[in-house]
C-alpha cells in the first residue's frame, strides 16, 4: 500500500510513559489491594462532586459544554484571573502535549530534568522534539542547570514541575520568578502545578507574561484523576493557541460538573491538604525509626532513599505480591528511592504493615 | 520575549468546528429546552451504564487503566478482531485528530466531503494539511469524486463518514470496499462510523488491510455523548502509530465503566436504533405533510429541504427563541435543510409543535 505514518511518528518507539496498575496486576497475577503507586487521593472526590458527578452521568448523552465556561469562570473568580486565560483539557497530559505542540517543530530542542514528570517528554517526542535532560542537583530541580542549557541549545521549552515529581522537592516563588526572567529570548516555561495544593505557597498568576503557561490539575488534590480534567493559565497568546488545536469536545461531562461541584466546596480540598501534610510527617518520622531517609515532600507523596537501587526494586517488587503497588525513580539520583503516596491514616498503617514484612525479606539484598 | 508558535499553529484561525448549545443560549438568552442540534441520543445511556458510571464516580481519584483492557477485550468478542487492532480515545474527534498526526506532514493533501464533519477539517488543518474539499453528489458522498481528488493531488488521506453526517446518506459495503480497492497508493481512508448502529449494515471490519482506520463512537447509540468515548479499529501497524502519540489517559474512567456496561447491556442499543428507524419515518411523514422533503437517513437525525437558505436559517432562529436547538448545513448543496435529531415520540411532538408555530411566523421568508 505503501502508506508511511511521519517521519516523526515513523521514529518514535512505542514506549508508553506509565505502565497502569491494571497491567501490574495482569503481569504479576496478584490483585492490588493499596493503590499508593500514583498519587492518587485516597481521600477521593467530595461528597459535593460525587453528587454533582452522578447527576450528570444519567443525562449522559449530552455533550459537555465545549468552552467549559461556567467552570471557566469560577476558577476566573478564584483565581483572579480572566476567564479568557484559562483553558481546560482532558489531564495535565493533554495540555502538556498541546503546549508541545503550540511551540515544537520537528529537531527543536526542549529542556526537562532527567528523571522528571516523563509525559512531559512523551508529549514533546511526540513533536520530534530533541530532549535535553539536566539532572537532579541535591535531589531538586536544578534551575541555573536547565537555563544555560536552554540558553546553548536555542531551547523552545524548559519543563518544571514545582512541585516536582518524583522527587517531591519545591522551588519557592523567589527561584520560579528568577527562573522566568532569566528564560533565553524565544524559550517559554511550561510550569507543570498538578500539586501545588500541597506546597506552601504559589508564584502569584501573571497572564501579562507570554513566557509561561502553567498547568493545574483536579487529579491530585481534588481527588478526580479517574475524570481527566485539568487547566492552562497563560497569556492570551498561548491560549488562543491552545484553542486552535486542542479538542473542543475532550473534557467530559461528569468532570465539569464535579470539577465546578469540588471547586464550591473547598473544605474538602482543605482536609485532604491538612491530612496529607500531617500524613507525610508521620510517614517520614515511621521511615526514620526504620533507618529510611525521606526526601523533603511538598506533594501528596514521600520519596524514601532506600540506599540501593537493587533493594529498591526488590521492595517494589515484593510489595507488589503483597497487592500493595507504589513506584520508584527509574534515573540516578533518585533510583534508590521508592515513591510512595501519602494515604490516610488506615493506608498508612496498611503500608508499613506490608512494608516492614518485605524488609525482613529483602534483608540481603542490602 | 520573541516566543513564537509553529508555523502551523500561526497560520491557524480561531474558528472551533461547533459553537455548544451552550455558547447558543449565552448569545440568545433563551434556555433551550429542546436538544435535537447535536445528535445526542434522547434515549440516554443504559440504566446499567448508568449505575457503572455512578459507582465508578465515588472512586474517581482513581486513573482508569490507560490500557482499557477490559473494554477492549469486550470489544474484540463483539468485533471478532484482536484487541491489539483496538484503540480508545476520548471520543472520535480525539482519533480523527491523532489519525491526522499520524500520516499528513504540513502542507500534504487530504480529501473530504465539502460540508461533511467539520471536526476533521480541524484536525487535519491542525497538522498543517491542505484540505481539498469534494461537493456532495446527489446530496450523497462522492466516491469517485474523491478518489479522482486523491490521486491528482496524491492525498495522503482521504476521510469518509458513512453514514454521513449532515447529509444522513449511506454507502452500501460493496461501495466503501470499492473505494477501499481504489485508493491511489500511498492514500489512507479515514472511515468515520458514528452512526454504524443506525445503518442497515456495514462493511466486515479487516484489520489485515493497512489502507484503513475505521473509528466508532459510544456517543450515539449508546447515549454517552457526554463522556468522550470511542475506539479505532486498524491494521496493527496504525494501532502502533497511535499508541505511540496518543493520550494513555485521556478516557476517563466512567466512560471506560459506562460504555463496558452499555456493551453488555444490548437490549438498550437495540431498542434505541428501533425507536429512532421508527421516528425517523415518523418524522420524514409529518415533514411530507407539511411539504417539506426530507433526505433519505441512515441516522439518529433528518435532513429536510427547507427549499431556501434564508428561511432554513430563519426557521433555525426562531426555534432557537423558543428554546428549541437544531443546526443546519451551513454548504451548498444541502444549505438549504436544516437538520433535526430524531427523539423519542414526545421530542418529536414537541419539536413538531414548534416548528409549525415557527412555519407560520417565517411564511414571508420564503
Chains 1, 2 share one sequence.
Not at 481521600?43 to 444519567?58: D, H, L, N, Y
Not at 512523551?122 to 536552554?150: F, K, M, Q, T, W
Request: aromatic residues 6%; hydrophobic residues 45%; neutral net charge.
Amino acid at each position: 500500500m505503501g502508506i508511511r505514518h511521519t517521519r516523526v511518528v515513523d521514529g518514535l518507539t512505542a514506549a508508553t510513559p506509565f505502565v497502569g496498575p491494571e497491567a501490574l496486576e495482569r503481569r504479576s497475577g496478584s490483585k492490588i489491594e493499596l493503590r499508593l503507586g500514583a498519587n492518587e487521593s485516597p481521600f477521593g472526590p467530595s461528597p459535593q462532586a460525587v453528587a454533582a458527578m452522578q447527576a450528570k452521568t444519567e443525562i449522559a448523552q449530552f455533550y459537555g459544554d465545549p468552552e467549559g465556561v461556567l467552570l471557566r469562570r469560577r476558577l476566573s473568580e478564584l483565581l483572579s484571573v480572566p476567564a479568557e486565560n484559562i483553558v481546560l483539557g482532558a489531564g495535565i497530559d493533554e495540555l502538556l502535549g498541546q503546549a508541545c505542540r503550540l511551540v515544537v517543530e520537528p529537531d527543536d530542542v526542549v529542556v526537562t530534568t532527567l528523571g522528571s514528570y516523563p509525559t512531559f517528554d512523551y508529549g514533546a517526542i511526540g513533536c520530534g522534539a530533541r530532549i535535553l535532560r539536566v539532572p537532579y542537583l541535591h535531589e531538586s530541580v536544578d534551575v541555573s542547570g536547565l537555563l544555560n542549557a536552554a540558553a546553548e541549545s536555542k531551547a523552545k521549552l524548559i519543563y518544571v514541575a514545582n512541585p516536582d515529581n518524583p522527587s517531591g522537592s519545591w522551588l519557592e516563588p523567589r527561584v520560579i520568578q528568577q527562573l522566568i526572567e532569566n528564560l533565553p529570548s524565544g524559550c517559554l516555561l511550561l510550569l507543570d502545578e498538578a500539586y501545588v495544593e500541597f506546597a506552601p505557597s504559589a508564584l502569584p498568576l501573571d497572564v501579562e507574561s507570554p513566557s509561561v503557561i502553567r498547568v493545574r490539575t483536579f487529579s491530585k488534590a481534588h481527588g478526580m484523576a479517574g475524570l481527566r480534567i485539568a487547566y492552562a493559565v497563560s497569556h492570551s497568546y498561548h491560549c488562543m493557541g491552545l484553542n486552535k488545536i486542542r479538542f473542543h469536545f475532550a473534557v467530559n461531562s461528569v468532570a465539569l460538573a464535579g470539577a465546578l461541584a469540588s471547586l464550591n466546596a473547598p473544605e474538602h480540598v482543605e482536609h485532604v491538604v491538612h491530612e496529607t501534610k500531617l500524613g507525610r510527617q508521620r510517614m517520614a518520622v515511621r521511615f526514620a525509626a526504620l533507618g529510611f531517609r525521606s526526601l523533603p515532600s511538598h506533594t501528596n507523596f514521600l520519596t524514601v532513599d532506600i540506599g540501593s537501587r537493587t533493594r529498591a526494586e526488590a521492595i517494589l517488587e515484593r510489595l507488589l505480591s503483597l497487592g500493595v503497588f507504589i513506584r520508584k525513580p527509574g534515573l540516578p539520583p533518585l533510583d534508590t528511592c521508592i515513591r510512595v503516596t501519602v494515604g490516610r491514616v488506615e493506608e498508612q498503617d496498611a503500608f508499613f504493615r506490608a512494608f516492614e514484612q518485605v524488609l525482613r525479606e529483602t534483608e540481603h539484598a542490602r
